[in-house]
C-alpha cells in the first residue's frame, strides 16, 4: 500500500505558488513524498487565478506531474446529496468546495485547506501539517 492520498484544495495551492509558507512548505514535502491528487476543477481554478503566461505555464507544469482524478458520475451525486444535507441545515459552501468534499469522502482521501467551512463536514478528514 502507497502513501495516503491527498486531495489539495486550491487555496493551498495558492500558497504554493507565492512562495514561502508553512502550507506551501507541507505542499513540497508532499510532492515529494507522493499520494498527491489533483482534480480538474482546481486546475482550472488555478489557471483562471493566473497574472500571466509564465504563472499559467508554471501551473500546468507542476499539475501535469501529479495524477489527476476525474469526477465520476457517482461523485456528482454525492456531491449534489451533501451540498443538499448542508444547505438543509442552513449551512451554504461554495459547490466547487461541496465537489471536492465529495471526492475526498467517496475515495477515503484527506483534504488539504486552510478553509474553515469545510469544518462544517463531520465525514471530512483534513490533512494537518506535521507536528502543528
Request: hydrophobic share 40%.
Given at each position: 500500500?502507497?502513501?495516503?492520498?491527498?486531495?489539495?484544495?486550491?487555496?493551498?495551492?495558492?500558497?504554493?505558488?507565492?512562495?514561502?509558507?508553512?502550507?506551501?512548505?507541507?505542499?513540497?514535502?508532499?510532492?515529494?513524498?507522493?499520494?498527491?491528487?489533483?482534480?480538474?476543477?482546481?486546475?482550472f481554478?488555478?489557471?483562471?487565478?493566473?497574472?500571466?503566461?509564465?504563472?499559467?505555464?508554471?501551473?500546468?507544469?507542476?499539475?501535469?506531474?501529479?495524477?489527476?482524478?476525474?469526477?465520476?458520475?457517482?461523485?456528482?451525486?454525492?456531491?449534489?446529496?451533501?451540498?443538499?444535507?448542508?444547505?438543509?441545515?442552513?449551512?451554504?459552501?461554495?459547490?466547487?468546495?461541496?465537489?471536492?468534499?465529495?471526492?475526498?469522502?467517496?475515495?477515503?482521501?484527506?483534504?488539504?485547506?486552510?478553509?474553515?467551512?469545510?469544518?462544517?463536514?463531520?465525514?471530512?478528514?483534513?490533512?494537518s501539517?506535521?507536528?502543528?
Amino acid at each position: 500500500m502507497g502513501p495516503e492520498k491527498i486531495l489539495t484544495d486550491t487555496c493551498i495551492w495558492i500558497e504554493y505558488f507565492r512562495g514561502k509558507s508553512l502550507f506551501s512548505e507541507e505542499l513540497r514535502r508532499l510532492i515529494q513524498k507522493g499520494g498527491l491528487v489533483i482534480t480538474g476543477p482546481v486546475v482550472f481554478e488555478l489557471l483562471q487565478g493566473a497574472k500571466n503566461k509564465k504563472d499559467a505555464d508554471l501551473i500546468k507544469e507542476v499539475t501535469r506531474g501529479l495524477p489527476l482524478f476525474e469526477v465520476t458520475h457517482e461523485i456528482w451525486l454525492s456531491a449534489g446529496d451533501l451540498y443538499f444535507d448542508l444547505r438543509r441545515k442552513g449551512i451554504t459552501i461554495p459547490p466547487s468546495d461541496v465537489l471536492l468534499a465529495a471526492m475526498a469522502i467517496d475515495n477515503n482521501w484527506s483534504l488539504f485547506t486552510t478553509d474553515n467551512h469545510f469544518d462544517h463536514i463531520p465525514k471530512l478528514r483534513r490533512h494537518s501539517i506535521p507536528g502543528k
